[in-house]
């Protein structure tokens, strides 16, 4: 157990919709990532948040947004979905601002848009 | 743009033998090199990691080799066990940066 919880585990939802990713990191962790991994690919940075400020953006599209509330958790917000953001979607969190150190992840969300 | 690429999807090997998996990249300003195991239904959990500093790092069955000059580094695992059938990612950062950039994986099957 990484101690990064993902909720939901699984999310099927029609195209067109918005679905919210959560994530809690763990315990004094600061910064949240998000990570999306679709079939046979990478795992795809998306964005970053260090005690409720964004950081980096990766590869987001503008239809995602997210956000790191005063407790730290963060969530993921995907608007007007299309068939091709079905994927994997990842957490991680670590202690500090950079990644010098390991992050930890996880299990992930399955988003299945039909 | 694929900063960091694995260029074998997939890799069968024999219990009881080595694993070798690589991984190249292309940003030399990486600095901190990181390999992860992810298993079905789980997300990845950190394995071993080495900095621009060390050409090896070694932990237990696992070592990790960095060629700065090549851009490559590999994961040896010895001996293989059927518990390390899994997905491998490296990934690659510069320290104090705010993202990894991932692979996409090695799948790794370990024969009986």
């Known amino acids: 157990d990484s101690g990064v919880t993902q909720t939901p585990k699984h999310l099927i939802t029609a195209t067109g919709q918005r679905v919210t990713l959560r994530c809690s990191p763990r315990s004094g962790d600061l910064s949240v990532y998000w990570y999306q991994q679709s079939l046979d690919q990478g795992l795809q940075f998306l964005i970053q948040?260090?005690?409720?400020?964004?950081?980096a953006k990766g590869n987001i599209l503008e239809r995602f947004s997210a956000q790191q509330f005063p407790d730290l958790h963060s969530e993921l917000n995907l608007s007007s979905l299309e068939l091709g953001d079905s994927a994997l979607y990842f957490c991680?969190?670590?202690?500090?601002?950079?990644?010098?150190?390991?992050?930890?992840f996880g299990q992930g969300t399955r988003l299945t848009v039909v | 743009d694929q900063q960091v690429k694995q260029n074998s999807p997939s890799l069968s090997v024999q219990e009881g033998r080595i694993s070798i998996l690589n991984c190249d990249y292309t940003n030399s300003m990486f600095d901190y090199f990181l390999w992860y195991k992810k298993y079905p239904a789980e997300g990845p959990t950190f394995l071993i990691s080495i900095s621009s500093i060390k050409d090896k790092n070694e932990d237990g069955r696992f070592t990790v080799f960095l060629n700065k000059s090549a851009k490559h580094l590999s994961l040896h695992i010895v001996p293989s066990q059927p518990g390390d059938s899994a997905v491998y990612f490296c990934?690659?950062?510069?320290?104090?940066?705010?993202?990894?950039?991932f692979g996409a994986g090695t799948t790794v099957t370990v024969r009986a």
């Open positions: 991680a969190s670590s202690g500090g601002v950079g990644l010098g150190t390991e992050a930890f």
């Open positions: 990934a690659a950062s510069k320290i104090n940066d705010y993202k990894l950039s």
């Open positions: 948040y260090y005690n409720g400020e964004e950081r």
